[in-house]
Nanobody, 118 residues
Framework: QVQLVESGGGLVGAGESLRLSCAAS????????MGWYRQAPGKQRELVAR???????NYADSVKGRFTISRDNAKNTVYLQMNSLKPEDTAVYYC????????????WGQGTQVTVSS
């Protein structure tokens, strides 16, 4: 069992930046994907950004050019650098680690709140 602990959320103004961190209790090298999802009130959880074990990344269209996912394998940590934040980025952000193709082959963090004021 691997635990994921997110940090770095908070309240910022539009146009500002935040960096989220996701620290895993074990090695992240074995995971197929490490990613960030978010869920705004009344909306479904959605993929924000994802990084594969091979180093490929993909992003939601709404965050391309503004958000960057990165990983430090030595520290077992994944980051999400969020620039030019918009009020519509307000959500709870969750870290996700997937090791297989079955729907339950994943771990989730507890989430961190990001609030962007206009």
């Amino acid at each position: 069992q691997v635990q994921l602990v997110e940090s770095g959320g908070g309240l910022v103004g539009a146009g500002e930046s935040l960096r989220l961190s996701c620290a895993a209790s074990g090695s992240i090298l074995s995971f197929l994907f490490m990613g960030w999802y978010r869920q705004a009130p009344g909306k479904q959880r959605e993929l924000v950004a994802r990084s594969t074990s091979g180093g490929s990344t993909n992003y939601a269209d709404s965050v391309k050019g503004r958000f960057t996912i990165s990983r430090d394998n030595a520290k077992n940590t994944v980051y999400l650098q969020m620039n030019s934040l918009k009020p519509e980025d307000t959500a709870v952000y969750y870290c996700n680690a997937r090791w297989g193709i079955r729907s339950n082959d994943e771990y989730w963090g507890q989430g961190t709140q990001v609030t962007v004021s206009s």
